[in-house]
């Protein structure tokens, strides 16, 4: 929606360098609703003063921040299939593309009637112009579903004992008795007039009737490939009719609900629990249960809603994995575990104060256009490299170390597959609620509930919210744990190459953590003496025992910080910053491991339009040697932006006095950043300090609009770091892209490296081919060995109107204690050869080369025969290949199965049917004595079908079939004949009886079966 927004201010305004205009777009309901985008600032003069004193941030693109305005919306889907030659199409204002002569859209509009212009575009530019009606209506309601139920009896002659066995539909299948079977399927949506919308979804599967709804709210077990492929290939890999699949519940279990009444909702599937915002109680896992969410309709003035209620149940089968990744200035990093479940990954960079171990800054990932991210390779490549030393964020001119204050960080949550020994959580559940007890006071509690084999975990807590304005505001919170969060936490400085553990080993731990903060904004006072950026008072105390325990910090040291700052901006030219910090670290059992308390002043003055410069004074007290000392240091700071290409800077600090037990700090730095042509880009600074020196020079070359190089180097002789850090990223033209990355690490007595490379090859318009390596390897100190990393990965992918291949192969090798390598291949393809015959299929493989050595094979090609001139024949085939050899299962298999199916209507009254199979199959089975048993099996199958429809409302089928084990020498044959009345449109019943035979080689196993059977089936 376009806003003619037309300002006019009687007062003159200043404009000049410095000034901006701080922009928020508020829109109201009738009902008092309001929406509030962030807060955007618009420089009048120029983009910034060309020293940035007062680090503006310019924001001329702003997004929505409060949403409490209640949405009438629909969903209109729009799809287009047979488009050939056409190359765009038009839905009113909005353009899209054509893929594969289809194209698919949605779009969000409010409830009513339209009549959409819609226009098609082909490739030579010539348009045509329709119109298409669309209906978005205030209530509606759609489902589709079957309820399938059977009862029957089966009388056995001959030996029964061979039928003894387990089966779906209860003991008294195969027994002389009656016995049940059934099965529910039913999906649905709808809407009551734009309040109220639900979706549902269930399928018992077949089973018995007193068990088809056990393990109902159970997760589905998944296969491997399961997890890394999509559903398209369900049964048959094609059905001819260029139908697609598409999913519109989000559930890896037999149930799917969700119910949402204006802001509040209540579902069953997967959910994220989405407990943010504090600072010791953050819960945020991707689970499969049940989650409801009550939020209110009234809101304070500051847009926060009044009442919100939000709980959680699961039973997971997946396990919390958290890995934190120090910059390494490259884009790849590994995660400590692979096979991670896809869409469970939460990727954000934090920025760590290092005198106060603080969160000073948080920045969330968006997969795609923040990096890509491999779930069985578990790989995240970042589309920009990530420092470890980042930029002075607070501007500080006084260090605590040559490298500086601020560390940036790689934050990776999610759920993954475990391995047999990983203990699983027995129940997760968690409850939190916040009030508003009017516009300024607001609590909240939390409640986090874990319960695992052995041990558990608990979380409670709760938080005190008082606002005086939007940007005033005070923040307290309390909170206590009991156990170990996670025990599958880990930090990495080498992008993933090797790991350390983070958290206690320490069982029945527990703790308590407690944060408070405060924020008062000048302006909020006066507006007219105070601008609203860079004027406020802050204040913080935070602690967290040794033994607290939460996902964002499992970390067994005690920490306790506090302090405050004064911002004041004196005038356009210069500011003033007092501030007081203190931190101290304990361990588990109480003895101090460090200590550092921070008093100063600092003050930044723009000389001239280039040149600035500041002045600081700190009085420090540090631990050093388990022993207290103190030190006051002055440092000053100079930045001269020499042109706009080129920037120059210098600081210095000198400690002037200390006391025994203080390590001198007296550091001086130089750095600059030069453009030296609008392609290259080079900066770098090297301090020299008396507790070591750091250096850290990089280079961004872009060759072209599509191509960067990159390469940097950073030493620490504090910490004993050397780093280089070289790679390249090119679109080199538009088919063809490639990365590539080195790392070369020296840390501690320890050398490593860590190489990879990319490409994505786009042979023609619908064709790519993709490829990437990555080698890590890292020497372990004091002869220890080494560890070692390797990833290939191989990919294609043809799209076009008649024809799909996608595949996928990849290689893994991890080497430390010992070796494991593990190699998987996907391959999906699709080709429609005429309007007739369709081929499809897949063909995956997974093999791991370790102890265990895990093997499976899982493969499908079909074809589909659908006649354009004849339309009563539809012929489907598909061929199939299974091997199993998981060493956690004792037994193994393997099978290949052919099978063809045809349907013929000769008139219409009668449809005949016919089905062939052979199935060839090897079973390994373990004894207790560890011996193994090979059972084949050659298994043909023969089946006819007919149908007689008498008038409309009556049908009669029959079905033989014959079953030839041919090793064995065993045959099968039966019989089936029923008679249906369609009651309803929606219903109809009927029965019938089954005739079986089976006999095998030796007549000792022989018997009969025959029985009747009564079945209801509705559908709507």
Excluded: C
Excluded at 707 to 716: F, I, P
Aim: negative net charge; aromatic residues 14%.
């Amino acid at each position: 929606m376009k806003i003619n927004w037309i300002f006019q201010k009687e007062d003159r305004l200043d404009f000049k360098t410095g000034k901006q205009l701080k922009v928020r777009l508020k829109v109201w309901d009738k009902f008092g609703n309001f929406d509030a985008t962030e807060v955007g600032y618009i420089d009048l003069v120029s983009r910034k003063p060309i020293v940035d004193l007062f680090d503006y941030e310019s924001k001329n693109e702003i997004f929505l921040q409060i949403q409490n305005i209640p949405l009438n919306t629909g969903m209109a889907r729009f799809t287009g299939d047979g488009l050939k030659d056409v190359e765009k199409v038009y839905i009113g204002d909005d353009e899209y593309d054509v893929d594969q002569d289809a194209f698919i859209a949605s779009k969000y509009m409010p409830s009513d009637k339209y009549n959409i212009p819609v226009k098609v575009v082909d490739k030579s530019g010539n348009e045509k112009e329709y119109s298409l009606k669309v209906t978005l209506p205030e209530t509606y309601y759609m489902a589709t579903g079957i309820a399938d139920f059977s009862i029957g009896r089966n009388y056995i002659s001959g030996n029964q004992e061979v039928l003894n066995v387990d089966n779906p539909f209860g003991p008294e299948y195969f027994a002389d008795n009656i016995y049940n079977e059934g099965r529910i399927a039913y999906y649905g949506r709808g809407k009551y007039k734009d309040k109220l919308r639900f979706v549902a979804h269930i399928d018992t599967k077949a089973n018995s009737v007193n068990e088809m709804f056990n393990d109902i709210l159970k997760r589905d077990k998944q296969t491997l490939f399961q997890r890394v492929e999509d559903t398209d290939y369900a049964y048959y890999p094609t059905y001819g009719d260029k139908s697609y699949i598409y999913r519109d519940v989000e559930t890896d279990g037999k149930i799917y609900l969700k119910l949402q009444y204006e802001k509040s909702s209540l579902m069953w599937g997967n959910y994220n629990t989405g407990f943010t915002g504090s600072k010791y109680m953050q819960y945020n896992r991707s689970l499969y249960g049940a989650k409801g969410n009550y939020t209110s309709n009234e809101t304070t003035k500051f847009g926060d809603n009044k009442n919100n209620l939000t709980a959680f149940a699961s039973e997971p089968d997946s396990l919390y994995g958290h890995d934190e990744f120090l910059g390494t200035g490259g884009s790849l990093y590994f995660l400590k575990n692979g096979d991670i479940l896809s869409g469970t990954e939460k990727v954000w960079i934090k920025v760590i104060n290092s005198n106060t171990s603080l969160t000073e800054k948080v920045i969330y990932l968006q997969e795609g256009k923040d990096y890509e991210f491999d779930p069985y390779q578990g790989r995240i490549i970042l589309n920009k490299p990530l420092n470890g030393v980042t930029s002075n964020i607070n501007e500080d001119i006084i260090q605590g170390s040559s490298s500086g204050n601020y560390y940036s960080y790689l934050i990776v949550d999610y759920e993954y597959i475990p391995t047999n020994s990983q203990n699983m959580n027995e129940k997760d559940y968690g409850l939190r609620g916040r009030t508003f007890i009017n516009d300024h006071i607001g609590v909240s509690g939390t409640y986090i509930k874990e319960n695992k084999e052995g041990k558990g975990y608990t979380l409670t807590g709760g938080e005190v919210i008082l606002k005086a304005t939007e940007n005033s505001y005070f923040k307290g919170e309390v909170s206590r744990s009991e156990g170990v969060q996670s025990d599958n936490s880990f930090l990495s400085f080498d992008g993933g190459l090797n790991f350390k553990k983070i958290g206690s080993d320490i069982e029945n731990i527990s703790g308590n953590a407690y944060s408070f903060s405060g924020v008062l904004n000048f302006a909020d006072l006066n507006p007219i003496v105070f601008s609203p950026y860079g004027n406020d008072v802050r204040a913080w105390y935070e602690k967290k025992e040794s033994g607290y325990s939460f996902a964002s910090d499992l970390g067994d040291k005690e920490l306790e910080t506090y302090g405050g700052e004064i911002n004041f901006r004196n005038s356009d030219r210069m500011k003033t910053k007092l501030k007081y910090e203190s931190m101290e670290k304990k361990d588990y059992f109480n003895s101090l491991i460090d200590k550092k308390e921070t008093a100063g002043i600092q003050l930044e003055y723009l000389i001239t339009e280039r040149i600035s410069a500041g002045l600081a004074f700190n009085h420090v007290k540090e631990l050093d040697q388990n022993e207290i000392g103190t030190g006051d240091l002055i440092g000053a700071r100079v930045e001269y932006e020499i042109d706009e290409n080129t920037t120059i800077y210098t600081e210095g600090q000198i400690t002037v006095s200390k006391s025994n037990n203080y390590e001198t700090n007296n550091i001086i730095t130089f750095g600059g950043e030069k453009s030296l042509t609008e392609k290259l880009t080079v900066n770098g600074k090297t301090s020299f300090g008396t507790r070591g020196n750091y250096t850290e020079v990089g280079a961004d070359y872009n060759l072209t609009d599509d191509y960067t190089v990159y390469l940097g180097y950073s030493m620490d002789g504090e910490e004993d770091i050397n780093k280089i850090t070289g790679g390249q990223r090119a679109r080199l033209n538009d088919k063809i892209n490639i990365y590539q990355e080195n790392q070369f690490v020296k840390e501690s007595g320890r050398n490593g490296v860590m190489q990879s490379y990319g490409a994505d090859y786009e042979i023609y318009e619908d064709v790519t081919f993709g490829a990437s390596f990555q080698l890590g390897k890292i020497e372990l100190p004091d002869n220890e060995g080494e560890s070692k990393r390797k990833a290939i990965s191989l990919y294609s992918r043809v799209e076009k109107a008649d024809f799909m291949l996608k595949n996928k192969i990849e290689y893994r090798e991890e080497k430390e204690d010992k070796k494991i390598r593990q190699y998987l291949t996907t391959n999906t393809f699709n080709y429609v050869y005429s309007d007739e015959y369709t081929f499809a299929g897949k063909v995956n493989f997974a093999f791991t080369d370790d102890i265990e050595n895990y093997k499976f094979i899982e493969s499908s090609i079909g074809l589909a025969y659908r006649p354009v001139e004849n339309d009563r024949l539809n012929f489907l085939s598909r061929y199939t290949v299974i091997l199993n050899e998981d060493p956690k299962d004792s037994d193994k298999s393997k099978a290949y199965i052919i099978e063809f199916e045809s349907i013929y209507s000769l008139t219409e009254r009668w449809d005949l049917g016919l089905k062939t199979a052979y199935r060839k199959e090897q079973d390994t089975y373990i004894r207790a004595s560890e011996n193994s048993v090979i059972i084949n099996n050659n298994i043909y199958l023969i089946g006819l079908k007919a149908n007689y429809t008498i008038l409309n409302d009556w049908d009669i089928y029959g079905q033989y079939h014959w079953l030839v084990d041919e090793k064995e020498s065993d045959v099968a044959s039966g019989a089936i004949v029923g008679i249906y009345k369609n009651i309803h449109r929606n219903l109809k019943f009927g029965g019938g009886y089954n005739f079986s035979v089976f006999s095998d080689n030796l007549g000792v196993d022989d018997y009969k079966a025959h029985g009747w059977f009564i079945n209801a089936i509705g559908r709507f």
